[in-house]
């Protein structure tokens, strides 16, 4: 929340006004903002029939106050709104700079007098929220010195951790992965002009998206928007609209090597692989033009908004060599206002991408192995996000939306090399080629939404309630190098072959759900009741993937005839607030909320019981014959037995039957979280908050041998290793019984664990200094403290169902994750791969801290910075096992999961810009100097102890670098 007020004189021809703009609800924060308010006489009696404009970038939303002399207007983009009233009888009156805000109330009580008369008026504004929320005007990123991309703010957000650090754009081209309070990143909610949009498949947003052409963009618990389903960390963005002036924007920045230091840590300087400041983590060039115009189409009716960039990042990867990409987002955006009721809102955008060079996993790899990757569509000619919008207001009490979109979207990753692949988990680095594949992922949405207003004495009451519905389909290809044959190297006496199947499946995920929710508003207290229902399905579409080309008898295609039920769901999501103002100024707020959410379904579910969509494949012994260290067929020993398969039966290949299946069940993942926050005003520009969140999250599901129990598994060896500070530790090692694993049909099924559950324990504090005397200034501070815990009245298992301790790199797929350590009350750290062939970055940092501020100086000169702390995350040592037919996975040897952590992470980026005005053209020119600090922390290291590389930082910091660029306005 921001309690906000402002003191102010009006002109002596304007008449006598109070306005108190109070509370609106804590809780929902809907796409669109409220402005509401009543008007009385001076005797305080209600003032029928006064004509209330509102007013902001396009003019004229009029409306008629009613008998109890209220007003309201809903589904209003964020913005500075000018408000006017007009009654015979009366002076008019004008309010200008009422600032609005993502879902937002601003709640004002006008009292009106004949005689106008010079007086000093209070305004005051209590803004919707909850504590965690963090938000970005356009004018904010137009200030700071941050990345070209949206997706990179997350950093930003207390209480999420990232794997990625950005150095003025080096990471602009990469989706970051994150945790936010314990929540897996497939629960973020992506929204887009309150579409929803997240890649159901990963969790992330399906696209780039250049912040220059976002109105704003918000950052807040996904649960406290009541019309979207989820727990995990909610961000919606606002894409430009066209306003009543014509304007239009051309900017472009530049940075390359020239303008680049060197970072250079010695343990890479005196490495025996020879690391120098051209072969380690750094950028060779960055540059974008982009260009925006928008304005009326027709005086007070119509408007319209466009905007194209093209961003070229060229950077060099110590663990990967040169990589490149090229970033088109384009977007077209018309409000059309039909009538005084209605109105018609039309958005396109597409983000376009290519990229060159790409390394697709955790190890080292040549050129060769590095995949070129653009967009991918489904076949039709409708590219990209498309979405139509109808509101009508109804009456002064009741207002309707409803929408309709489609987002085409998807991406394809092709192989620069050609020929075989090899994978050496001993050096940590591959040799060859790599995999090839193509993922198209369109979504069709629909909702409607309402609110209805009514006051019952003097508690007034807001009546939100809707339905939603979306499709989401994921179509996926996958074919290895050569003739599908795998060579990995595990260690000097291990060394193994993998056949593949062509992976090639279809999916279908169904969502329903309906709203319904109450806020009750008093005189200090605010109450939010809410309620979602929810209906999910998962579909598994027929597909016919083809067998291995070099030894299509023992893994040969099959055809897939579907399967239209793989998991349903139906959830119920109570959740409410209360908010109240200790004082009767308002300036000191206590708010506590609670609620229950429920998980949306994921593609991996059904996919994983679809056999022509699993990654098939069985292992055999391998020798080297030619030393090239990739597996020819003929070096393939299929005259000795497999060593392990994942996918598929050998005893009958050609089975077309899922080999995973779903625990009938198997119930949605529930987090239940509480939060206390309090709120203080000192002056009218700043404010602090302190909060306390907590979060559980229960039915976690695994996926383990059908049949198989923990006493099923058998131990293999007791490991006994020496760690690199002297400590001697013994770890046992799990296989499952293989006779037990054919006699229940050598298949998997996935259901919830009810022994296993985590928790979230946070810390945040916020410092909010709000534009005023020339500065703002915003400072963040979070306390993170997530932990897994076991029921100790059974065996702990790992997500495979193996009692083996892993590092939640190499669990069972999808599902691996952070209940692999099974250590009770262990930290919860999500393993995700760098993407960028610097190996595994765990998700867990116990504090984090940011501070981000401007200055304008007089004669145009603009100065602002931001600084970002985090602590290092975790790098477990770790040592490749076999485990019987679970294959080879990572155990880990460290004791806990964070036992070693990396460098503390400290960067700050600083901007020096001039302004200069020509009538009504604006020239700036701008300098941002990115990593001022020169800061070189150690982002990912090897791991493997067993590795002659062990230790190697495979990833640092980008080195400080300048950026120069230019904007030119109208």
């Known amino acids: 929340m921001i309690f906000l007020s402002q003191r102010m004189g009006l002109p002596s021809s304007l008449a006598l006004c109070f306005l108190v703009v109070s509370a609106g609800p804590a809780t929902t924060q809907p796409y669109r903002g409220l402005i509401v308010g009543t008007i009385s006489d001076r005797s305080g009696g209600a003032v029928a029939g006064a004509v209330v404009e509102v007013s902001g970038d396009r003019p004229g939303l009029t409306v008629i106050t009613a008998a109890d002399g209220l007003f309201r207007f809903v589904d209003l983009s964020p913005g500075s709104y000018g408000l006017t009233v007009l009654k015979p009888g009366f002076q008019p009156v004008k309010r200008a700079g009422l600032i609005l805000g993502l879902g937002e109330t601003l709640s004002l009580s006008l009292t009106l007098d004949i005689e106008g008369v010079q007086e000093s008026v209070d ?50 081209h990469q989706q970051p992965q994150f945790v936010f309070r314990g929540s897996r990143m497939l629960d973020t909610a992506w929204t887009i002009d309150g579409v929803v949009v997240t890649d159901r498949q990963t969790g992330n947003l399906p696209g780039f998206f250049d912040v220059a052409a976002l109105d704003e963009i918000q950052l807040a618990p996904a649960s406290s928007d009541i019309t979207r389903p989820g727990s995990g960390l909610g961000v ?121 060079g790409v390394n697709p996993g955790a190890l080292r790899a040549p050129p060769t192995a590095t995949q070129d990757q653009s ?51 001993r050096l940590g680095e591959t040799v060859g080629a790599t995999s090839s594949s193509w993922s198209s992922r369109p979504q069709h949405s629909a909702a409607f939404d309402g609110r209805y207003f009514r006051n019952l004495g003097r508690t007034g009451h807001e009546l939100k309630f809707g339905a939603g519905w979306q499709r989401v389909e994921t179509f996926n290809e996958t074919l290895w190098p050569g003739e599908g044959v795998v060579a990995f190297d595990i260690s000097p006496t291990d060394r193994r072959a993998r056949l593949y199947r062509e992976q090639l499946g279809k999916t279908r995920l169904l969502f329903a759900g309906v709203y319904l929710s109450d806020t009750w508003s008093t005189d200090r207290a ?17 597909s016919s993937p083809a067998g291995n080309p070099a030894f299509p008898h023992l893994l040969p295609g099959i055809d897939f005839k579907g399967e239209t039920n793989v998991h349903t769901a139906m959830d119920l999501s ?21 609620g229950r959410y429920a998980s949306q379904a994921v593609t991996g579910l059904a996919a994983q019981s679809n056999p022509a969509n699993v990654s098939a494949w069985v292992e055999y012994p391998w020798q080297d014959r030619n030393g090239d260290r990739l597996a020819q067929p003929d070096e393939v020993r299929i005259d000795l037995p497999y060593l392990a398969f994942e996918g598929f039966r050998p005893e009958d290949p050609a089975a077309a039957t899922p080999l995973i299946i779903t625990d009938p069940d198997l119930a949605s993942r529930i987090t239940t979280d509480m939060s206390l926050a309090l709120e203080r005003e000192f002056t009218p520009y700043l404010r602090a908050i302190v909060g306390y969140s907590y979060s559980r999250h229960t039915r976690l599901p695994y996926s383990h041998w059908q049949g198989l129990a923990a006493d099923d598994y058998e131990v293999l060896q007791v490991l006994s290793t020496r760690l690199p500070d002297g400590t001697q530790v013994s770890v046992p090692l799990y296989a499952p019984d293989p006779q037990r694993i054919l006699e229940n049909g050598s298949r998997r099924i996935i259901r919830s664990n009810d022994g296993h559950y985590s928790t979230y324990h946070g810390l945040e504090a916020f410092l909010v200094k709000g534009m005023s005397g020339g500065w703002m200034m915003t400072a963040t501070a979070a306390w993170n403290n997530s932990r897994s815990f076991y029921d100790g009245q059974r065996p702990a298992v790992n997500s495979l169902g193996n009692p083996t301790r892993l590092d939640g790199a190499s669990g069972g797929g999808p599902l691996s994750g952070p209940r692999d350590p099974l250590v009770l009350g262990g930290q919860l750290a999500p ?35 931001i600084l970002f702390a985090r602590q290092g995350t975790p790098s477990p040592y770790v040592i ?91």
């Open 123 to 172: 305004v005051k504004t209590w803004r919707t929220g909850s504590g965690s929320r963090v938000s970005f005007t356009h004018d904010e990123l137009a200030r700071l010195p941050a990345s070209p991309q949206a997706a990179v703010l997350v950093s930003t957000v207390p209480g999420a951790v990232t794997n990625r650090l950005d150095a003025g754009g080096s990471e602009s």
């Open 236 to 356: 919606m963005m606002v894409m430009r609209s066209g306003t009543s002036r014509m304007r239009a924007t051309g900017r472009g920045y530049f940075s390359s090597d020239a303008f680049q230091a060197s970072n250079l840590r010695d343990d890479l300087r005196n490495a025996p692989f020879f690391v120098t400041a051209d072969t380690a983590d750094h950028t060779e060039q960055i540059g974008e033009y982009a260009a925006d115009i928008g304005g009326p189409l027709r005086r007070d009716r119509a408007w319209f908004a466009a905007s194209s960039s093209r961003q070229d990042v060229r950077i060099f990867r110590q663990a990967g060599g040169p990589e490149r990409a090229v970033l088109t987002p384009r977007h077209v955006k018309m409000n059309w206002r039909v009538t005084s009721r209605d109105m018609l809102n039309w958005l396109w955008l597409d983000n376009g991408i290519r990229r060159f």
């Open 375 to 425: 967009s991918l569509y489904a076949a039709n000619p409708f590219h990209g996000l498309w979405k139509i919008e109808a509101q009508r207001s109804v009456s002064s009490t009741l207002f309707l939306a409803t929408r309709y979109a489609y987002y085409n979207t998807g991406v394809r990753n092709v192989s620069r090399g050609s020929g075989g692949a090899g994978v050496s988990q």
């Open 526 to 542: 605010t109450l939010d009741l809410g309620l979602r229902l929810d209906h999910q399905r998962s579909q598994a579409l027929p």
């Open 574 to 594: 109570p959740r409410g607030t209360i908010t109240y103002a200790l004082d009767a100024a308002r300036r000191t707020v206590l708010r506590g909320g609670a």
């Open 831 to 865: 393993a995700t791969s760098s993407n960028i062939g610097g190996g595994t970055v765990f998700l867990n940092a116990k504090w984090q801290a940011s501070v981000k501020a401007a200055y304008l100086f007089p004669g145009g000169i603009d100065v602002a910075g």
């Open 880 to 970: 490749p096992q076999r485990l019987g037919l679970d294959g080879v996975r990572t155990l880990l040897v460290s004791p806990t999961i964070d036992s070693v952590r990396l460098d503390d992470v400290w960067n700050l980026d600083i901007r020096l810009g001039k302004r200069i005005r020509f009538s009504r053209l604006t020239v700036q020119a701008t300098g941002d100097i990115f990593n001022v600090l020169n800061g070189n922390a150690a982002l990912v290291r090897e791991r493997n102890l067993r590795s002659p590389n062990f230790d190697r930082v495979n990833m640092t910091v980008s080195p400080r670098i300048l950026r120069l660029a230019l904007r030119i306005s109208y």
